[in-house]
């Protein structure tokens, strides 16, 4: 055989290798931990979705998954790991609207396709809460406190960029301003108003759902089109005279781009029977999260037009 026909041979025979080893690795996975990187810091609400799902998925996916807390950037920190972690399905993220909306703002190097959405998990309306000794009993005296007073009301949140950011420049813009107070820290964000240290929250009522039940928070405004049934005395922003788009905070579940369709499939269909147990059920029902999952392009649409609606927002 000459050395033509060797090196061609010996390339067929690698040919057929990977052409086997490809499915065969695929049908395997996973085999090993799969790590799922939390974007924002311990305690906060993509922590507590992350580890409840990270152990809900483990029997589904025969393999442990730990969960590593990386926060910073308002979640673009976490996702920078992501993306550049190996496409192989064995790191999974959270990627959550407060990041998606800072995109819009221009912080971060991310964007929509450098992943691919394995599932929108939850989905919630947002508020504006004080604390039950504060001296605004309702939304309108807070109102009204801003509108005479402008700048000198603090409200905590997540970071700038964010979907609360973007409320408050809003609002700003249609005559009550308030300072936009950003905490890394979950637990620091969620005392604030209860030590003292801003006069406001803009926070999910699932995230502060403890303060709710013991009557240390009072929720003022709800940022949605519609009132929320667990809290029908509350009124929205567009009935206080607010024009602004409706954005609910949502919560995915992601891998790198490149990641292989048939191991995105395989933690898809883990995700789904993990959403679908009862512990997870009685999770989102006290979270106040419960949606049915958004998968395939239904989730990767879900974050690109989100991105959309904040950079217009943003634009008006």
Known sequence: MTKFGRTTAVAALMAGAMTLTGPALAQNFPD???ELVVTFGPGGGADVMGRQLAQLLEPELGVSIPVTNVAGAS??????????????GYTMGTLISL?????????GDN?????????VVQSTPSFLFVAANSPFETAEQLIEHARANP???????????TQDDVALIVMAEQGVDMVNVPFSAPG???????GGHTDVIYEEPGDVVQFLESGE??????FAAERHPEFPDVPTSGELGFDMVYLNTFRTLAVPAATPEDVVARLEAAVIAATGTDAWQAFCSETYTCLEPLTGEAAQEEVTVFMQAIAAQLED
């Open 188 to 194: 620091e964000r969620y005392a604030a108003p209860l």
């Open 75 to 88: 979640g673009n920190a976490g996702l920078t790991r992501l993306s550049t972690s190996p496409a192989d």
């Open 217 to 222: 928070y009072r929720p003022l405004m709800l």
């Open 32 to 34: 090993r931990p799969i």
């Open 151 to 161: 700048g000198t009301l603090t409200v905590a949140t997540s970071g700038y960029g």
């Open 99 to 107: 990041t998606v909306a800072s995109w819009a703002a221009g912080i």
């Open 111 to 119: 964007a929509p396709e450098d992943f691919r959405v394995i599932a």
